[in-house]
Antibody
Framework: EVLLQQSGAELVRPGSSVKISCKAS????????MHWVKQRPEQGLVWIGR????????VYAEKFKSKATLTADKSSNTAYMQLSSLTSEDTATYFC???????WGQGTLVTVSS | DVVLTQTPPTLSATIGQSVSISCRSS???????????LNWLLQRPGQPPQLLIY???RLESGVPNRFSGSGSGTDFTLKISGVEAEDLGVYYC?????????FGAGTKLELK
């Protein structure tokens, strides 16, 4: 069974950074891209970018190029997303999702507040 | 970026009614490899999205066959043949032909 297990909710200060994890199981981690998606409260889905865990190659949406950094650790089958210079606009639930959007993590709520 | 326009934004239906959702793209979603990477997702309240349809019309494993997808190029449709209570939520189309990948704004399916 394919599972994507994300790290827990985060409460962070404006201007700081946060790193979210997504641990994959039930398939060969390096065989599929991992995507990250943002959803602000009561709003739609926004694609942040994707990483190829086999070689670390990344593609980002333009608006997230200076906000998000995607990495992957093949030894632990875990994908990561670091968000920097956080503002209230970054308060959202973030999802990891495997290629084809067939499997999703449960989401990680990041709340930016002083 | 590719813009996906979903209509209607809200849909009210009775149990058993058949409904359709439209997704129109600002450019063709036909990839140079011959595939059209247009998927449909359902997000129930408090849940991550669930894949229903991929490659325009292919039913994801485990998804009831009352869901069907059709279309080509820039115009796509999701049809639910006989709405059931578990179908309520927000439906999204998403394209992965052109980076950055983009989602439609969503269609909320409610009970009438």
């Amino acid at each position: 069974e394919v599972l994507l297990q994300q790290s827990g909710a985060e409460l962070v200060r404006p201007g700081s950074s946060v790193k979210i994890s997504c641990k994959a199981s039930g398939y060969t981690f390096t065989d599929y891209y991992m995507h990250w998606v943002k959803q602000r409260p009561e709003q739609g889905l926004v694609w942040i970018g994707r990483i190829n865990p086999a070689n670390g190659n990344t593609v980002y949406a333009e608006k997230f190029k200076s906000k998000a950094t995607l990495t992957a650790d093949k030894s632990s089958n875990t994908a990561y997303m670091q968000l920097s210079s956080l503002t209230s606009e970054d308060t959202a639930t973030y999802f990891c999702t495997r290629s084809r959007f067939a499997y999703w993590g449960q989401g990680t709520l990041v709340t930016v507040s002083s | 970026d590719v813009v996906l326009t979903q209509t209607p934004p809200t849909l009210s239906a009775t149990i058993g009614q058949s409904v359709s959702i439209s997704c129109r793209s600002s450019q063709s979603l036909l990839h140079s490899n011959g595939n059209t990477y247009l998927n449909w997702l359902l997000q129930r309240p408090g849940q991550p999205p669930q894949l229903l349809i991929y490659l325009v019309s292919r039913l994801e494993s485990g998804v009831p066959n009352r869901f069907s997808g059709s279309g080509s190029g820039t115009d796509f449709t999701l049809k639910i043949s006989g709405v059931e209570a578990e179908d309520l939520g927000v439906y999204y189309c998403v394209q992965s032909t052109h980076a950055p990948y983009t989602f439609g704004a969503g269609t909320k399916l409610e009970l009438k």
